[in-house]
Protein backbone atom coordinates (compact mmCIF):
# COMPACT_ATOMS: atom_id res chain seq x y z
CA UNK A 1 0.00 0.00 0.00
CA UNK A 2 2.87 2.63 1.04
CA UNK A 3 6.14 1.77 -0.91
CA UNK A 4 9.15 3.79 0.86
CA UNK A 5 13.08 4.17 -1.32
CA UNK A 6 15.39 5.53 0.26
CA UNK A 7 18.88 7.23 -1.46
CA UNK A 8 21.83 9.47 -0.85
CA UNK A 9 23.79 7.14 1.17
CA UNK A 10 27.78 6.56 0.48
CA UNK A 11 30.95 6.92 1.61
CA UNK A 12 31.93 10.15 3.34
CA UNK A 13 34.94 10.99 5.88
CA UNK A 14 34.59 11.43 9.72
CA UNK A 15 33.61 14.97 10.35
CA UNK A 16 31.58 14.97 6.85
CA UNK A 17 28.14 15.11 5.81
CA UNK A 18 25.12 13.55 4.17
CA UNK A 19 21.77 14.16 3.27
CA UNK A 20 19.26 11.03 3.10
CA UNK A 21 16.09 10.83 1.72
CA UNK A 22 12.69 8.50 1.39
CA UNK A 23 10.67 8.61 -1.15
CA UNK A 24 6.98 7.17 -0.41
CA UNK A 25 4.98 6.21 -2.89
CA UNK A 26 0.91 4.37 -3.54
CA UNK A 27 -0.66 7.24 -1.17
CA UNK A 28 0.33 10.24 0.49
CA UNK A 29 1.81 9.77 3.96
CA UNK A 30 0.60 13.11 5.60
CA UNK A 31 -1.21 11.70 8.06
CA UNK A 32 1.85 9.18 9.16
CA UNK A 33 4.74 9.38 11.39
CA UNK A 34 8.28 8.37 9.42
CA UNK A 35 11.30 7.47 11.19
CA UNK A 36 14.88 6.27 10.30
CA UNK A 37 16.45 3.32 11.79
CA UNK A 38 19.95 1.60 11.46
CA UNK A 39 21.46 -1.55 11.28
CA UNK A 40 25.19 -1.61 12.25
CA UNK A 41 27.27 -5.07 11.46
CA UNK A 42 26.74 -7.72 14.02
CA UNK A 43 24.22 -4.66 15.81
CA UNK A 44 20.38 -4.89 16.24
CA UNK A 45 18.58 -2.58 14.17
CA UNK A 46 18.11 0.67 16.44
CA UNK A 47 16.08 3.68 16.10
CA UNK A 48 17.50 7.20 14.79
CA UNK A 49 14.65 9.06 14.66
CA UNK A 50 11.18 9.69 13.98
CA UNK A 51 8.76 12.75 12.79
CA UNK A 52 5.20 13.55 13.42
CA UNK A 53 2.58 13.65 10.13
CA UNK A 54 2.64 17.67 10.57
CA UNK A 55 6.25 17.75 11.44
CA UNK A 56 5.77 20.30 14.38
CA UNK A 57 6.79 16.54 16.97
CA UNK A 58 10.14 15.13 16.07
CA UNK A 59 12.20 12.61 18.47
CA UNK A 60 15.94 11.92 18.17
CA UNK A 61 18.15 9.15 19.69
CA UNK A 62 20.56 10.54 21.88
CA UNK A 63 23.43 8.99 19.85
CA UNK A 64 22.87 11.05 17.22
CA UNK A 65 21.17 14.69 18.69
CA UNK A 66 23.03 17.63 17.66
CA UNK A 67 24.68 16.20 14.80
CA UNK A 68 21.06 14.42 12.86
CA UNK A 69 18.31 16.75 12.04
CA UNK A 70 14.79 14.56 10.77
CA UNK A 71 12.47 16.47 8.41
CA UNK A 72 10.04 16.12 5.61
CA UNK A 73 7.76 17.85 2.87
CA UNK A 74 4.69 16.35 2.44
CA UNK A 75 3.76 18.74 -0.90
CA UNK A 76 6.64 15.44 -2.02
CA UNK A 77 5.71 12.75 -0.15
CA UNK A 78 9.29 12.85 1.37
CA UNK A 79 11.38 12.02 4.18
CA UNK A 80 15.08 13.41 5.05
CA UNK A 81 17.70 12.85 7.31
CA UNK A 82 20.38 15.65 7.81
CA UNK A 83 23.95 14.09 8.93
CA UNK A 84 26.26 16.08 9.97
CA UNK A 85 29.70 15.59 11.82
CA UNK A 86 29.70 12.30 10.81
CA UNK A 87 31.43 9.16 12.94
CA UNK A 88 32.86 6.13 12.30
CA UNK A 89 30.01 4.33 14.41
CA UNK A 90 27.23 5.72 12.14
CA UNK A 91 28.56 3.38 9.79
CA UNK A 92 25.23 1.82 8.84
CA UNK A 93 22.57 0.49 6.61
CA UNK A 94 19.89 3.50 7.44
CA UNK A 95 16.26 2.23 7.02
CA UNK A 96 13.37 4.77 6.12
CA UNK A 97 9.73 3.45 7.42
CA UNK A 98 6.07 4.90 7.53
CA UNK A 99 3.25 4.39 10.53
CA UNK A 100 -0.01 5.80 10.05
CA UNK A 101 -1.74 8.09 13.30
CA UNK A 102 1.35 7.06 15.57
CA UNK A 103 3.05 9.18 17.95
CA UNK A 104 6.26 8.88 19.06
CA UNK A 105 7.18 5.61 16.58
CA UNK A 106 9.91 5.05 18.37
CA UNK A 107 10.18 1.27 18.10
CA UNK A 108 10.42 -1.13 15.11
CA UNK A 109 7.10 -2.86 15.94
CA UNK A 110 5.13 0.92 15.72
CA UNK A 111 6.01 0.73 12.14
CA UNK A 112 4.23 -1.26 9.03
CA UNK A 113 6.19 0.11 6.33
CA UNK A 114 9.78 -0.16 5.34
CA UNK A 115 12.20 0.58 2.42
CA UNK A 116 14.85 -1.69 1.68
CA UNK A 117 17.65 0.57 3.40
CA UNK A 118 20.90 2.46 1.98
CA UNK A 119 24.60 2.03 2.96
CA UNK A 120 25.92 4.90 4.69
CA UNK A 121 30.10 4.34 5.50
CA UNK A 122 32.20 6.84 7.32
CA UNK A 123 35.91 6.14 7.37
CA UNK A 124 37.95 7.25 9.85
Known amino acids: QVQLVESGGGLVQAGGSLRLSCAAS????????MGWFRQAPGKEREFVAS????????RTADSVKGRFTISRDNAKNTMYLQMNTLKPEDTAIYYC?????????????????WGQGTQVTVSS
Open 97 to 113: AAANLVWPASTRNDYAY
Open 26 to 33: GRTVRTYT
Open 51 to 58: IIGSAVLT
